[in-house]
């Protein structure tokens, strides 16, 4: 099984819904961070949190909010899809006190139609 | 200015020869620097971490860092075919901030 775990793998939505991604890890980590990506733009930081109480947005956080509800669960909301939100979306683990690698999930394909 | 700059390519070097690969970021208070690999559809993967001025190796992968001129590299000897992928640079600041930040990636294609 995968250390970090993102479900669901692929998704179709349309615009207007809510829907929610989530991960969870085995790691251990404390760090947890939720990613997008479009072609040519690499990896763009969403949120990010340290610890449950510790959440931070990150440089495109506009219409997505997220929940930490325990150090191994982190869920990513878009509380009302649109199109522009069509993106491959990663989740990440990381331990300072370890090691400053940062660990990926498998990723989640969204569509929104 | 963004945080992390790369070329995005694409960067095409025949089989055996040296790719190299170039970063930019522009938080002087960045401590930790990393290449990721990227197939197309796939997880990034780690490829290499460098936190102090120099050079480390690993393999048949070097990484650079010049903390004065704000700018790392990777280079790749004797590229094979399954190196062609897009390399991702990333770098956290590390105490108290560790936003993760990621460039654009540069595509490196590996002509056989």
């Known amino acids: 099984d995968a250390d970090v775990t993102q479900t669901p793998r692929n998704r179709i939505t349309k615009t207007g819904k809510r829907i929610m991604l989530e991960c969870s890890q085995t790691?251990?980590?404390?760090?947890m961070y939720w990613y997008r990506q479009d072609p040519g733009l690499g990896l763009r930081l969403i949120y990010y949190?340290?610890?449950?109480?510790?959440?931070n947005k990150g440089e495109i956080s506009d219409g997505y909010s997220v929940s930490r509800q325990a150090q191994a669960k982190f869920s990513l909301s878009l509380e009302s899809a649109i199109p522009n939100q069509t993106a491959l979306y990663f989740c990440?683990?990381?331990?300072?006190?370890?090691?400053?690698?940062?660990?990926f999930g498998q990723g989640t394909r969204l569509t929104v139609v | 200015q963004k945080e992390v700059e790369q070329n995005s390519g694409p960067l095409s070097v025949p089989e055996g020869a040296i790719a190299s690969l170039n970063c930019t970021y522009s938080?002087?208070?960045?401590?930790?620097f990393f290449w990721y690999r990227q197939y197309s559809g796939k997880s990034p993967e780690l490829i290499m971490s460098?936190?102090?001025?120099g050079d480390k190796e690993d393999g048949r992968f070097t990484a650079q860092l010049n903390k004065a001129s704000q700018y790392v590299s990777l280079l790749i000897r004797d590229s094979q075919p399954s190196d062609s992928a897009t390399y991702l640079c990333?770098?956290?600041?590390?105490?108290?901030?560790?936003?993760?930040?990621f460039g654009t990636g540069t595509r490196l294609t590996i002509i056989p």
């Open positions: 990440a683990t990381r331990d300072d006190r370890v090691s400053t690698e940062a660990f």
């Open positions: 949190s340290f610890d449950v109480k510790d959440i």
């Open positions: 990333a770098v956290i600041r590390n105490f108290g901030n560790e936003k993760l930040t």
């Open positions: 938080d002087r208070g960045s401590q930790s």
């Open positions: 790691k251990g980590h404390d760090r």
């Open positions: 460098i936190y102090s001025n």
